[in-house]
């Protein structure tokens, strides 16, 4: 924003004398703000997706809307306006300023994308509740760093110092990974902070991401053995098999009962082949109509919706079902 602008609204905002204007341009820079960081640090969340830059303003707009909304209460504050009484720092500059807009909007951002995954992939779910109790249950606690949780001791006020980035805790041994919950959070913090040399913390979604994609993994003897220790992480491919196997019969019903054409039944099957392998390659589900447009050539949103989404996201839902059933189980 212009020099001295986002000060100058931020202090309107902070004393109910603002307009629809000063709403609108704010909005519209915290929207920049979110894309900026969804490019930043979600890139591998849209690379699946055939409209890639559409999605991550849908999400931006998704993550940023609610600041700038009130709750049903008539008199209520907006969201931006209650997290400004919260905010326990100075804001007498544009550097204030703008540290107060982009920890809001990398949190809601992050928020966002958490919500996504927890929306479309269960097992994602069922790790990040696993791992969320284990830390409530021992000696450690979460800290918000820009935008990102990282688990810590109980001890532990502030971050300081050097905190492990992606491309170096992507590539921590994979045998750090086979322990127990306790032990797992205990072994990594120790060997983030003497072997990396960095701060202990553990980035708490790239931990989720790593445990998901090493459940899916095929592994060689040489580490099987490890692999009972590990009595959190699932057993996610017969989850998603058994689950395809529904799917399945359920397709083959609606084109017995001439529901489709054995050619939108093959698409259709397709699909939810795709939105499968997507899943247990920890990947992000798409659109519905993404997934099947990819199958049926010149497919309008339009046909889409008229002809083939009642009956998929139907079928979705019994297929995410049956996996949360097992999960459970």
Known sequence: MKDKQLLNIINKIRENSYSKNDLN?????????????????HTSFFSSSNNQLEKIMDVAVDA???LFIPSNDKNALLSIQSSLLKWNKPINDEA???????????????????????????????????LSTCISE???????????NYIVCDSVVRLTGKLIQKEKFDGLPDSLFFKKQNVLITGLLDYIEHSENCFPAIPFNLLVKRIKSISFRDF???IVDERPELDFIL???????????????????????NKFSYGEYRCLL????NISNDLMNGGNIDSLYQYLSLEVSGLTQKLFYDKYHRTMSYVYNIFRSHIIKQLEN
């Open 64 to 66: 940023v809307a609610p």
């Open 270 to 273: 397709n699909a939810f082949q």
């Open 235 to 257: 057993s996610l491919k017969p989850s998603v098999t058994k689950s395809f196997e529904q799917v399945k019969n359920k397709l083959e019903k609606y084109y017995s009962q």
């Open 96 to 130: 204030d300023a703008d540290f107060f807009i982009n920890r809001i909007v990398w949190n809601r951002t992050e928020q966002t994308i958490i919500s996504i995954h927890k929306q479309n992939d269960p097992f994602f779910t069922k790790i990040y509740k696993t």
């Open 138 to 148: 021992n000696n450690f606690r979460k800290i918000s760093f820009l935008g990102t």
């Open 220 to 222: 060689n003897e040489s």
């Open 25 to 41: 341009s704010l909005a519209n820079y915290c929207i920049s703000l979110s894309v900026h960081y969804l490019n930043r640090k």
